[in-house]
């Protein structure tokens, strides 16, 4: 069965950090690009940043400089380090992995950055 599983999220103060991770199971992750969306409410789902089977990565630029995503293609594993959050970037995060025209979305997390 496939199924990507996100873990991490919660309640976080601004100026702080957290990481989140998915892991793939039913694939071999190392095949696809990996990526982190943010649904915010009232808003569209939009992508926070991807890593590709090279590791390039390309990141919001909402989040460039803060965001860190990273992948363990032994773990089947992709991570987003979130560093120094705002609470703008309250959201449900997912997980995402894509090849050719096939993509997979895991449940979602929520984060939520408030004092």
């Known amino acids: 069965q496939v199924q990507l599983v996100e873990s991490g999220g919660g309640l976080v103060q601004p100026g702080g950090s957290l990481r989140l991770s998915c892991v793939a199971s039913?694939?071999?992750?190392?095949?696809?690009?990996l990526g982190w969306y943010r649904q915010a409410p009232g808003k569209q789902r939009e992508l926070v940043a991807s890593?590709?089977?090279?590791?390039?990565?390309d990141y919001a630029d909402a989040v460039n400089g803060r965001f860190t995503i990273s992948r363990d293609d032994t773990e089947n594993t992709v991570y987003l380090l979130m560093d120094s959050v705002k609470p703008e970037d309250t959201a449900v995060y997912y997980c995402?992995?894509?090849?050719?025209?096939?993509?997979?979305w895991g449940q979602g997390t929520q984060v939520t950055v408030s004092s």
């Open positions: 039913g694939i071999d992750a190392s095949l696809y690009e």
């Open positions: 995402n992995a894509h090849i050719g025209g096939l993509f997979l």
């Open positions: 890593i590709d089977q090279d590791g390039d990565t």
